[in-house]
């Protein structure tokens, strides 16, 4: 549905990421892979929601993240977020869809979709998660240009271009850190090395010159510390991609295996949002007003 209340445009939701991004404490930003998951984020009171790419390929077309999403796909699900909520939007968009040009239009599609921030890595296509073995990195040259791309492409000055390596997985450290530096150098506004392994590579990464973001997976290879030390760290996110994704798929597999063996839901009631919780988080009452509002006139 459309925003009724307190709808902020773009513009002014891109200035408040980069004013929350700039105080480098490490804000939780919780990822969304559809529309009524953001609506949740932005219920809980969070300040920005992140449409993961990952979590959008496994919950929208039941498949792994391995670059399968198309750009229109994308665009799309951001639009559909982007109408429900009013808290910024960081989106994920992969390797931008091809080349340099590719990026280009990819940055126009997600700026007229809502989006406040995107993110772009510098994987060879097709990508995979960044907590996956088996990547590869595209050269220097070739990330530096996507970058400047997306730089040129954007109509927003506040639109914030975070730029991600997943050379640690790949070269190592100090190859991720030189690759780091240089996108900071090409414009990039937030800095995001993916996958460090323990914690004196996150003190590294953090130390950084540019806004930094740490991507925080359950299962995955980064230590999961509380935001106070990542944010003296010097971190200024805290990813939290697939948080709900993995909460949802843990809790579809107990309330219908529950269904399943005992023939109803009793005894998984508690596992379960209410009716009128459920209305609440998709907006019935504002639909109702604007029902009644639309019979009287």
Known sequence: MLKTVDTAPPSSARRRLRQRIAKRDAFLLP??????????????GYEAVYLTGAGFTNMQLGMPDLGLLSVTELA???????????????????????????????????????????????????????HF????????PEMLSKIHAALDARRDDDTVIIARTDARAVEGLDRALERAHA???AGADVIFVEAPEGIEEMRAIGQLPAPQLVNVVMGGKTPMLPREELAAMGFSIALYAN???????????????????????????NRLA????????????????????????
């Open 274 to 297: 209410s009716f009128a919780e459920r209305q609440r988080i998709v907006g019935k009452p504002e639909f109702d007003a604007l029902e009644a509002r639309y019979k009287g006139a």
């Open 243 to 269: 948080a709900a994704l993995q909460a949802m798929v843990l809790a579809a597999q107990e309330v219908l295996g529950s269904l399943r063996d005992v023939g109803s839901l009793a005894g998984a009631e």
């Open 76 to 130: 799309e699900a951001a639009a559909r977020i982007s109408d429900v909520t009013t808290i910024p939007l960081v989106v994920d968009i992969d390797t931008g869809f091809g080349n340099a040009l590719n990026v280009y239009r990819t940055v126009h599609l997600l700026e007229r979709a809502g989006a406040a921030a995107l993110q772009i890595e510098d994987q060879i296509f097709p990508k995979k998660c960044g």
């Open 31 to 44: 990822g969304a892979a559809n529309a009524l998951t953001a609506r949740i984020v932005e219920d809980l």
């Open 183 to 185: 996108m900071a150098e």
């Open 133 to 140: 073995s088996g990547k590869g990195v595209v050269p220097l």
